[in-house]
């Protein structure tokens, strides 16, 4: 699929790019006008709960469900915010938030079924962080927002359903065993496709770095630090990693 992005129509400005991009702003415009919001703390304070309780349970699914929500508005505002890429850039993009949206809403779903609702329980926005501070440099989005924040979720998922797999062993209410089936089905989905997202962020990542004649190792390090990215914490999902289009230079702790 990203091999064939490079040979695309380079005229940025025709229509459907345009339709594409307003759009965006149309979704990031009501998402943000949604009412039931989360209060935002700093991760330190977001309290900490068991996933074998119902309240710890249904924590953790709106936990996973506010980084889906952030990813939808990243994806979002890498169309609508950056001109003079090619119409796959903006395509890709808007791909990704139409998934993203999907997995809001299963997550969503799952919440109104435990008797919550997303906006219900704290959260903190340290992904939404590395986007407003790289809103003015492209290549930088592509490096710490996909590449690096989001690419976080392909370690971590695992682990999450290694917990949802152990519960059953702990003598469990058969309800929230149920419950923790589904969101470990949810979180199949969620990591087979967010695959695909952070591919579209290395690809893009790359394709600028030739573009602007960055060598991309070197300038990843420089953005790192620049920005002040989290850097690489094992257990790293090496096949997905590698998968999503890293190198094995890129994927040293």
Not at 16 to 26: D, I, N, P, Y
Request: charged letters at 25%.
């Amino acid at each position: 699929m990203f091999s064939e992005i490079s040979n695309t129509t380079k005229d940025h400005n025709n229509a459907s790019v345009l339709m594409l991009r307003q759009e965006a702003k149309a979704r990031t415009d009501a998402n943000a006008a949604r009412s039931h919001q989360p209060k935002l703390v700093t991760h330190l304070e977001v309290p900490k709960r068991s996933i074998h309780t119902p309240l710890g349970f249904a924590a953790m699914v709106h936990s996973i469900a506010h980084i889906e929500w952030n990813a939808i508005r990243l994806a979002l505002d890498a169309v609508w915010r950056f001109d003079g890429m090619p119409s796959s850039y903006y395509e890709e993009w808007m791909r990704v938030a139409d998934e993203e949206t999907k997995h809001f809403n299963l997550l969503e779903a799952l919440l109104k079924d435990l008797g919550y609702t997303y906006g219900d329980f704290k959260a903190h926005d340290g992904l939404w962080h590395m986007c407003e501070i790289t809103t003015g440099d492209i290549v930088a989005r592509m490096a710490l927002v996909p590449r690096t924040m989001e690419a976080r979720g392909l370690d971590a998922t695992p682990l999450v359903q290694a917990k949802l797999k152990r519960m059953k062993l702990a003598g469990l209410d058969a309800a929230l065993l149920n419950d923790a089936k589904r969101m470990d089905a949810i979180l199949d989905i969620i990591l087979a496709e967010e695959i695909g997202h952070v591919a579209v962020g290395n690809y893009w990542y790359r394709w600028l770095c030739a573009r602007d004649g960055f060598d991309p190792i070197s300038h990843y390090k420089k953005l790192a630090l620049e920005f002040d990215a989290p850097r690489l914490k094992p257990p790293l999902n090496m096949a997905a990693r590698l998968k999503a289009g890293f190198v094995a230079e890129e994927l040293v702790i």
